[in-house]
């Protein structure tokens, strides 16, 4: 566990320009990064197809639990080897490999990152970073251990959209702000309960490494794989921990704020097995130099659960169905996911100047960064472990709803409710536990 001092030290400065990681090993002689992908499919295609516009990348490998997703990587890189267990392709290309995405379920996140930087290589994880806090804290400080390059699949932080709100905020376009409302249309979740049946498993897949540390279950087609687990509680996060990690960034970052002091929840519970959908969650940060008071309220809210109509009035009358609202003493600042920020009262905004913010491209940044050392990548663990972090707070929280918890950021546990407490880690079967990661 980090100390306060050290704690702090890197929750403040998370926000602040890329570090810089000394004396790494350059990647292959002849100038590519060599790679391998953990997944095939879905979220991982995107990933591979976005890394491939660098005339540096190179796949050597990837590992899927379903074969299906086969013959579409090797219809596009007919080199790559594909592997049915991940942990097969790290012990048999870890001489030929230089770096590694992870892209997959949520719950699989910690367990494969920890993987691939215990082997020494350079990770690209997407979002969340964990599935927990634990997973969180214990990810954030490994990669800083082992000196490696990382980056978290959160796009939107290297779009122009973000760079510039963050660039508005922070020169005082709406002055100092006293509340942020973030928000996303989105209803990754479930309140119906689990059915009760158990259908065939396709011959591509192995269920068993599907389900890796959660519990054996029954099988249910559609259920869970390729897509929906995203609602189911041992495997994915919800809403929140989807389109919180892209939401939050914005904000977390022009206010430079640090880890929340409290976090309530005052949507609906999940159920047993799913994620609730409708959410609102409050966190309360401390101020910094750019905020109105000593502490700054938070509000997420989700599905139908949308801001009040009169924080909506702010903007004139109706907000996009994602992003985030800045609440400022001169101004308001709208930020729709992806789109150009705009000041209202409209009169305020015209005619202001665009920054000279250099383009910029995520997948293209990590892979340079890996080719020549020097900076980290702008969504660094050292950035995306603490932000990650605050968005598992309101996933957590919603277990609790109506209940204030307060939170020490330091210590990774609540101060005032020991059952909060429990959700903090999770269990793991037999041969599926995190190495180096004190149960």
């Known amino acids: 566990m980090i100390n306060r001092r050290r704690f702090l030290a890197t929750a403040a400065s998370f926000a602040a320009a890329p ?30 197809n976005s890394f491939a516009n660098s005339p540096h990348f190179e796949l050597v490998a990837i590992a899927d639990v379903d074969t299906s997703t086969f ?100 020169n005082g376009a709406v002055g100092k702000i006293k509340e942020v409302h973030t928000f996303s249309a989105k209803q990754w ?42 609602k189911r ?32 929840s005052t949507g609906p519970a999940p159920g047993k097995d799913n994620w609730a959908i409708n959410g609102r969650v409050e966190y309360v940060f401390p101020g910094t130099a750019y905020t109105e008071g000593k502490e700054v309220k938070v509000t997420w809210t989700d599905g139908t659960n949308r801001p009040p109509q009169e924080v909506a009035d702010l903007v004139g009358g109706k907000i996009p169905g994602e992003g985030s609202l800045y609440i400022g003493t001169e101004g308001v600042l709208l930020c729709g996911h992806m789109s150009r920020p705009i ?36 969504a660094n663990f050292d950035y995306a472990g603490p932000m990650t972090e605050t968005v598992l707070l309101g996933c957590l929280a919603s277990i609790f709803p109506q209940q204030t918890l307060d939170w020490d950021g330091p210590a990774l546990k609540f101060k005032n409710s020991p059952d909060a407490n429990q959700f903090i880690g999770r269990s793991y079967r037999p041969g599926w536990e995190i190495p180096g990661m004190k149960a």
């Open 19 to 48: 570090a810089f990681i000394p004396n790494l090993q350059a990647a292959s002689p002849n100038g590519k990064v060599r790679h391998a992908s953990f997944g095939a499919g879905g979220q991982a295609w995107g990933d591979l």
């Open 71 to 170: 013959d579409a990587i090797k219809a596009k890189w007919p080199q790559a080897k594909c592997y049915q267990n991940w942990r097969e392709l790290l012990e048999k290309e870890a001489g030929n490999i230089d770096s590694v995405n992870v892209s997959v379920p949520d719950h699989l996140h910690a367990t494969m990152g920890a993987a691939v930087l215990n082997a020494g290589k350079h990770l690209y994880g997407q979002k969340p970073l964990t599935q927990n806090l634990k997973e969180c804290r214990f990810i954030t400080e490994l990669a800083r251990e082992k000196g490696l390059m990382t980056q978290m699949g959160i796009q939107i932080s290297s779009s122009f959209t973000e760079r510039f709100a963050v660039h508005l905020v922070q």
């Open 233 to 264: 509680r041992d495997f994915g996060t919800g809403t929140l921990g989807d389109m919180g990690c892209h939401m939050f960034s914005g904000w977390m970052r022009a206010l430079a704020l640090t880890s929340p002091i409290t976090v309530k």
């Open 189 to 230: 979740g479930d309140p119906e309960p689990l059915p009760q049946r158990e259908d065939p498993i396709p011959a591509s897949l192995n269920w068993d490494h599907w389900l890796a540390m959660a519990a054996a279950r029954p099988y249910l087609s559609g259920y869970y794989h390729p897509g929906n687990w995203r």
């Open 343 to 378: 000041i209202y009262p409209l009169e305020k905004g015209k005619g202001y100047k665009f920054p000279d913010l250099a383009p910029r491209d995520h997948y293209i940044e990590f892979l340079d960064c890996v080719r020549n050392g020097g900076a980290k990548p702008s």
